[in-house]
């Protein structure tokens, strides 16, 4: 089999499932990533044991599993990180909040700000902010022992041994609060979808996407942000910024609580797509 065999058996297989642009896209990503093929290469042969891989790796993108946990890899704003279904995989609109972010570190005039990400799953937000600042004191906390694992990875492959401090912990434990030093910047995209939604979600993010990092009890679907934001009263420096990714049913809501606690310069952003993703707002003076 060679390389323009091999899209074509991919092709066919998949669209029925993905359609024909997914299923382009999820060829390439599979041939270029496992095999190193590109797009133009089409007589490369591959050896048996490729063959065979493929093979494996085509029945489960065909039960349905994300092509980036097939690989155990996902590309985020142009970094490569280890996946499982421990952690979400990283997605565009998370790219919108790290490069807002990183427009407002280049404002703050502080040596060596400090961020802190909150659940950090793969740790794709802190760890890209920190590849392209170099200058910030990193920390990250996150519950799921399994993420932790996948992070401290990310970030010794990504950033190198020790260039941050990530530790595990629930933000909903005031208790551990004490831990926590002062910061001047808290990044989180936290569970936000309530149970009642599950049937908006696709079924490939219900069936391997970790549920501990999606959903929420209905009875209080902003409980994660309250108590970032209740922490932030607390750790963030005067003028310090704290970003939110947020479910666009309730982005407004997250501002409204902002503003209720005292955070002043509130502003909701939307996403590429036009809803309202994104929420940012600072610590009073």
């Given at each position: ?88 995989i990283p997605r565009q609109e998370t790219e919108e909040l790290v490069a807002w972010a990183l427009e407002w570190l280049k404002t703050r005039q502080v040596e060596s700000p400090g961020v ?170």
């Amino acid at each position: 089999m060679n390389a323009n065999e091999a899209r074509l058996l991919l092709l066919e297989s998949l669209t029925p499932r993905y359609g024909a642009g997914e299923s382009a896209s999820i060829s390439r990503i599979l041939l270029e990533d496992a095999f190193g093929i590109q797009p133009h290469e089409r007589d490369i042969v591959l050896a048996p044991e490729d063959k065979e891989n493929l093979a494996a790796m085509l029945q489960r993108l065909l039960e349905g599993e994300p092509v980036q946990y097939v690989l155990g890899t996902a590309d985020f704003f142009g970094l490569r990180f280890k996946v499982s279904p421990a952690v979400l995989i990283p997605r565009q609109e998370t790219e919108e909040l790290v490069a807002w972010a990183l427009e407002w570190l280049k404002t703050r005039q502080v040596e060596s700000p400090g961020v802190l990400d909150i659940g950090l799953g793969s740790g794709c937000i802190g760890i890209t902010l920190k590849k392209k600042n170099p200058g910030i004191r990193l920390a990250g906390v996150e519950k799921s022992p399994a993420a932790l694992a996948i992070a401290l990875e990310n970030a010794d492959t990504i950033l190198g041994k020790g260039a941050c401090h990530f530790v595990a912990g629930d933000i909903l434990d005031e208790s551990s609060w004490a831990q926590f030093s002062m910061y001047d910047m808290v990044i989180s995209n936290p569970p936000y979808i309530p149970y009642s939604e599950q049937s908006l979600v696709p079924e490939h993010v219900i069936d391997y996407e970790p549920g501990l990092a999606l959903f929420v009890e209905d009875r209080d679907p902003l409980v994660f942000y309250r108590a970032i934001a209740a922490f932030c009263l607390k750790k963030l420096h005067p003028g310090g910024a704290l970003f939110f990714e947020c479910n666009e049913f309730y982005a407004g809501q997250v501002a409204d609580m902002l503003r209720e606690k005292g955070f002043y310069g509130i502003i909701l952003r939307n996403d590429l797509a036009g809803a309202a993703r994104m929420v940012c707002a600072f610590q009073p003076f």
